[in-house]
């Protein structure tokens, strides 16, 4: 089992930044997860990939949040962090942190909200 717990959504201008951080326990970090990262969701539309890591040193972006966004892994405080510059009203979304392990087994945190107004 893993639990996720993220912080540090808000409400920010347009331009702004935020730092989204989530901890992760119940599993031992770096030996149990592979991929953890950022997903986010907006009213009516899907849950997208923003930012993950991988296990191996690998990182992934979304195209949409590339040179603005950057995710940090720091395994041995159990948490990866989202940092994220440059904010618009289209990365308004509740921000969800997700963990995958070799089992291949997925964990959801609870959500947390970001509101970027114009």
């Known amino acids: 089992q893993v639990q996720l717990v993220e912080s540090g959504g808000g409400l920010v201008q347009a331009g702004g930044s935020l730092r989204l951080s989530c901890v992760a326990s119940g599993s031992t970090f770096n030996i149990n997860i592979n991929l953890i990262g950022w997903y986010r969701q907006a009213p009516g539309k899907q849950r997208d990939m923003v930012a993950v890591t991988y296990s191996g040193g690998g990182i992934q972006y979304a195209d949409s949040v590339k040179d603005r966004f950057t995710i940090f892994r720091d395994n041995a405080k159990n948490t990866v962090s989202l940092q994220m510059n440059s904010l618009k009203p289209e990365d308004t979304a509740v921000y969800y942190c997700?963990?995958?392990?070799?089992?291949?087994?997925?964990?959801w945190g609870q959500g947390t909200q970001v509101t970027v107004s114009s």
């Open positions: 997700r963990a995958r392990t070799w089992a291949s087994r997925d964990y």
